[in-house]
Structures are given as structure tokens and as C-alpha cells.
């Protein structure tokens, strides 16, 4: 988890992004989704994108009605300081709910791949295709030219709403994952997938759109 969680971070401080949305899940037995007090969690220990990313979210909820609180305000410093066993989250929760919270939206990274991007203008079909001299002199540039690919990463992202209150497998109420494509600041890469979260949290109904 410790691995997982500092990547979050290195999305919201590295280099502008494009975030794409890919899939959702939303619990059709919940007629309603309208939380008296929900928690937004960024899983990551970079404090700074951590209080940047919480802010933006909460901020989005609010407008909607909805009474939101950043994690950072409301959960210990020390207890996202080391992964934590299934007996201390349980404990954590148990005290939201007693603190009269009833919903929890956590975001956190699920996977990272590794892309190429070559050069199009190389793969110009024409004479040069017929001949091995022509083809060897023209594509030999591929290994003797810069830039002709350049490597980036995919960041798999996914924000998850919880009833908890709920205890049983009816408990999760939505689930949307997004892909973050070479992120390169903090704050268009906050602005980009809380925009883009909250667009289709509006679509299927979980939200009321502004």
C-alpha cells in the first residue's frame, strides 16, 4: 500500500494532463444517495496533494448540497503515517459514524503502465517500402534521431463511494475508474479529475447536477 499511496502523489506533482474516463458501477438497490455528512479521502501520504485533491472534491460536493469534510481536518496525521490492519480501519469507521458521518468517498491509484509513443511521420508508406537499400537508409533513423518516441505512464485511478453505515455488500454506492495520461501539474490534474468525476457522479444520479 505504501507504494500505491506515494503514487498518487507523484500524479498530482509531476508534470497538463488528460484524464479519460473508462468505467463506473453504480448500486441500482440504492434509490437515493443523499448523505448527511460525507469524508473525501485522497489515499496518499504527499500531504500537499493530498489537502489540494480533498479540497477540489469537497469544494464540488458542497456546491451540490451535500455536507463534505476533507480527511486531513477529521482523520489523525499518524494514521495514514503506516498501512494499517483491517481491525484499525474498522475502528476508524466506527468512530466516523459515531462522529455523524454516513459516507465515504475514497480515491486511490489501482495501477500504473508503462507506454511508448513513436512517430507517426516515419510510417509513410510509399517507394521507400520496395527496396531494402531505400528502407534500411530511411528507418536506420530511428535509432540515431531524438525524440522519435518518448515514454510516458497511465496512472489507473479510482474514486469509490461508501454507505457506512452499511454493513453488507450493499455498502459501496458507486464506483468510477478514470486513466490519467502524463500528468504534469497539481492543479490542472486535480481540476481535470474532479471535473470529470463529478460530471458523471451528475449522469448517473448520484449527485444533483448544478
Same mark, same amino acid.
Given at each position: ?13 509531476? $508534470?497538463?494532463? *488528460? +484524464?479519460?474516463?473508462?468505467? $463506473? ?22 500531504? +500537499? ?16 448540497? !451535500?455536507?463534505? #469534510? ?31 458521518? @454516513?459516507?465515504?468517498? !475514497? ?37 540515431? +534521431?531524438?525524440?522519435?518516441?518518448? @515514454?510516458?505512464?497511465?496512472? #489507473?485511478?479510482?474514486? $469509490? ?9 450493499? *455498502?459501496?454506492?458507486? %464506483?468510477?475508474?478514470?486513466?490519467? %495520461? ?14 470529470? !468525476? ?7 444520479? !448520484?449527485?444533483?447536477?448544478?
Amino acid at each position: 500500500m505504501k507504494k500505491i499511496t506515494l503514487i498518487l502523489g507523484i500524479i498530482f506533482m509531476t $508534470s497538463c494532463s *488528460s +484524464t479519460r474516463f473508462v468505467d $463506473s458501477w453504480k448500486n441500482e438497490e440504492i434509490v437515493a444517495f443523499r448523505p448527511k455528512k460525507l469524508l473525501v479521502i485522497g489515499m496518499t501520504d504527499n500531504l +500537499t496533494a493530498r489537502k489540494i485533491f480533498e479540497e477540489e472534491l469537497k469544494k464540488e460536493f458542497t456546491k451540490r448540497g !451535500i455536507n463534505a #469534510h476533507e480527511s486531513t481536518t477529521v482523520l489523525e496525521e499518524s494514521f495514514t503515517d503506516a498501512q494499517r490492519s483491517e481491525r484499525e480501519i474498522e475502528m476508524m469507521k466506527e468512530k466516523l459514524v459515531d462522529e455523524g458521518f @454516513d459516507a465515504v468517498a !475514497i480515491t486511490a491509484v489501482v495501477g500504473v503502465d508503462d507506454k511508448r509513443n513513436y512517430r507517426s511521420d516515419y510510417y509513410t508508406f510509399g517507394y521507400d517500402w520496395y527496396r531494402f537499400g531505400r528502407y534500411y537508409y530511411r528507418f536506420q533513423r530511428v535509432y540515431y +534521431t531524438p525524440g522519435y518516441y518518448n @515514454d510516458y505512464k497511465v496512472y #489507473h485511478v479510482e474514486t $469509490s463511494i461508501y454507505n457506512i453505515e452499511e454493513d453488507t455488500e450493499k *455498502s459501496l454506492v458507486w %464506483v468510477g475508474t478514470l486513466n490519467i %495520461v502524463d500528468p504534469y501539474s497539481i492543479t490542472a490534474t486535480v481540476n481535470d479529475y474532479v471535473a470529470r !468525476i463529478t460530471k458523471q457522479l451528475e449522469r448517473e444520479g !448520484i449527485i444533483d447536477p448544478l
